[in-house]
């Protein structure tokens, strides 16, 4: 079965999904998006991401051309054209094809893109043993400069992070923020395990409020174990009994060593454990 992809109000082949090089997405990364999970054909917190994809649109003043519930249908049009069951919907809003310049009155209609495929993004041995992150000498934006809340097209802070991991043999690499404290990994957010207590970065830390990471809160509280939001530094994931990512497409995945330091007994830890199966068994209800 060819791939369709939703351009522009219809449903393409994938062969045939262009956008203008004159998109000021492409030129300028101006435009959000949303990574978003489908699990046996239900789309996971949907209307977390969509809320979460038109704060970011309102936040850099982009009017989305559908409403959130002409958006719902489209990803839901768009999993169903693809008998999608399980794997991972892209959502993409760029500002639109314009001249070329910074000035979005100069810009045509914003252009919504949706495209629902299959994802892997770290192999089944990784989330048995654990990976291993680097602490990237790339900080978080400044919030001063652009909100890392907001999930834009402009992915350069994140990529030269992430290069630093790759270098360096990982997976992933931690970012801190302007104070030096924890705020998150290239693609993840962070969690650390001390003494039973499930702490991690607020989001004034600079990090993107994750979906993923809101849901295993949530799983954590329900099943008695301790939450705190709080500012947090290496030095607390240096000696913390475990550590684990969040995210859509990773999921709850181990960490087990950072910048060449065992964490706790140097394995995924019993509360890890514990929240990934909490988490796999919630998507599938």
Do not use: W
Not at 17 to 31: E, P, R, T
Not at 164 to 179: R, S, W
């Amino acid at each position: 079965m060819s791939q369709k992809i939703y351009l522009d109000g219809k449903l393409v082949e994938k062969e045939q999904a262009q956008v203008s090089v004159y998109d000021h997405g492409l030129l300028y990364g101006d435009g959000v998006f949303e990574g978003i999970r489908v699990y046996s054909g239900r789309v996971f917190r949907q209307q977390d991401h969509i809320d979460r994809l038109y704060e970011s649109a309102r936040a850099i003043r982009l009017n989305i051309p559908l409403t959130p519930e002409q958006m719902i249908q489209a990803i839901q049009e768009t999993v169903a054209a693809n008998q999608l069951m399980d794997g991972y919907v892209r959502l993409v809003i760029t500002r639109g094809a314009g001249s070329l310049g910074l000035d979005i009155r100069r810009t045509s209609h914003p252009m919504v893109i949706i495209i629902a495929d299959t994802i892997s993004l770290y192999p089944e041995e990784m989330y048995e043993k654990g990976m291993e992150i680097v602490t990237a000498s790339t900080i978080r934006n400044h919030p001063g400069a652009l909100s890392p809340r907001i999930k834009s097209l402009n992915y350069l802070n994140n990529i030269l992070a992430k290069i630093e991991g790759t270098d360096a043999g990982c997976a992933e690499a931690l970012m801190l923020n302007h104070l030096g404290q924890v705020a998150e990994c290239t693609g993840d957010n962070i969690f650390i395990v001390k003494n039973g207590v499930l702490k991690t970065p607020p989001t004034d830390a600079g990090i993107l409020e994750g979906v993923t990471r809101n849901v295993v809160l949530e799983l954590a509280m329900a099943a008695g174990i301790e939450v705190k939001e709080i500012p947090l530094i290496r030095h607390d994931i240096y000696v913390a009994d475990e550590c684990f990512l969040t995210g859509t497409a990773a999921e709850v995945i181990p960490v087990t060593k950072l910048d060449g330091r065992p964490i706790g007994t140097g394995l995924p830890g019993p509360v890890t454990r514990q929240l990934r199966t909490r988490f796999q068994e919630y998507v599938r209800e």
